[in-house]
């Protein structure tokens, strides 16, 4: 089995996220890849994320990651991490980057965890609210999306299968699952029944070049109760649940400037990953931040800062029963205290984050 993890996610490097990078789509009106490559055109698009992909991320992020006690990265990628040029867009590849990536966890000792967090056609956001009216995942339906995401799956594994950093593949990054919400209505996302039968299938893709002692990763999509029984046989070895814990948009959230509210947000933290241990799973927390809600005008951004600290502190400890965690994230350009690494856990002991 693996070391405890103690990670950080690289958000925003090969997926562009407006709230991690503005800069990228200032003055542009976009709001996500697609959107600044129609405003751009390929040809200037493809040049600002090359420039991107070389200077956000570099060896001294990783040098620094290992000197404030994190010892893994977990990267997301987009399902054209190898490129992809149609008539309709495209894109370079990362997969240089990814190298490079790779050769710097090995020289300052740590793991990678690489992420297939975008699919064709869209997975949605399983972090989104339920009530989010806006939630696309219509990936099951296209044409070759499924195929398409087994494709870089292997390609990964075939590239980095066998690499010492290498941690393991997440084979989708948090796709919104349609679960029952009456007798005979369900709620709008992918069919249970097609991610599991997904999930098994990339299972087989990756294992034919990842040794078992690396590990799989899959969503528990918000839902852990939801996998019992599954991939129980003994054909399926080293393979991890992961739950995304947030605490500031969904219908569970919680004021965490009452005591009340902090402590309910840390019991819901401690019941989901006991009921995802329960199944027998192997469980990490593949994100989770500072954030949270905060009453209103009343507390000031010093406040704001130091309950988003206590918040952070409290959460650490609810982990301890999974096998180790990955904030959200490691660097945003506004340094934003609840969600970059950079702020949010360099104020804690070393002794904290182990």
Not at 120 to 135: C, E, L, W
Not at 260 to 271: C, D, M, P
Request: with cysteine; charged share 25%; glycine share 6%.
């Amino acid at each position: 089995m693996f070391d405890r993890i103690r990670g950080v996610n690289l958000s925003g490097w090969f997926i562009l996220e407006p709230w991690v990078t503005p800069s990228l789509f200032a003055a542009t009106g976009a709001s996500n890849d697609g959107e600044l490559q129609q405003v751009l055109g390929p040809a200037a698009y493809n040049e600002r994320i090359r420039e991107h992909y070389e200077t956000f991320i570099s060896e001294l992020d990783f040098k620094r990651m290992s000197a404030m006690g994190l010892n893994a990265v977990r990267i997301p990628l987009p399902w054209y991490a190898f490129g992809s040029q149609n008539e309709h867009e495209s894109y370079i590849s990362c997969i240089d980057y990814i190298d490079r990536a790779m050769e710097w966890a090995n020289k300052y000792e740590m793991k990678v965890l690489l992420d297939l967090a975008t699919v064709p056609g869209g997975q949605g956001d399983s972090n989104s609210s339920a009530t989010t009216s806006d939630i696309v995942a219509d990936w099951h339906s296209s044409a070759n999306g499924r195929a398409t995401a087994l494709e870089v799956l292997e390609r990964l594994a075939e590239r980095y299968g066998e690499q010492d950093p290498l941690l393991g593949i997440e084979l989708l990054d948090s796709p919104v699952m349609s679960v029952r919400t009456g007798l005979f209505s369900a709620s709008v996302g992918i069919p249970s029944h097609y991610l599991r039968n997904f999930y098994r299938d990339a299972y087989e893709v990756v294992r034919r070049h990842m040794p078992t002692r690396k590990i799989v990763v899959f969503s528990d999509s918000g839902h852990p109760g939801a996998w019992k029984r599954f991939m129980a046989g003994d054909q399926y070895q080293n393979v991890v649940m992961d739950l995304h814990l947030y605490h500031f948009r969904d219908e569970t959230a919680q004021d965490i400037t009452t005591p009340r509210g902090l402590t309910s947000a840390i019991q819901r933290n401690k019941a989901l990953i006991h009921e995802a241990k329960s199944l027998k799973f192997h469980v990490i927390v593949g994100e989770w931040s500072g954030a949270a809600v905060l009453s209103g005008s009343s507390v000031t951004p010093e406040g704001r800062r130091a309950y988003e600290r206590v918040f952070v502190s409290n959460q650490l400890a609810t982990f301890d029963a999974a096998d180790g965690w990955f904030f959200q994230t490691w660097k945003t350009e506004r340094r934003l205290p609840a969600w970059d690494a950079r702020v949010a856990l360099a104020p804690l002991e070393r002794a904290m984050m182990e």
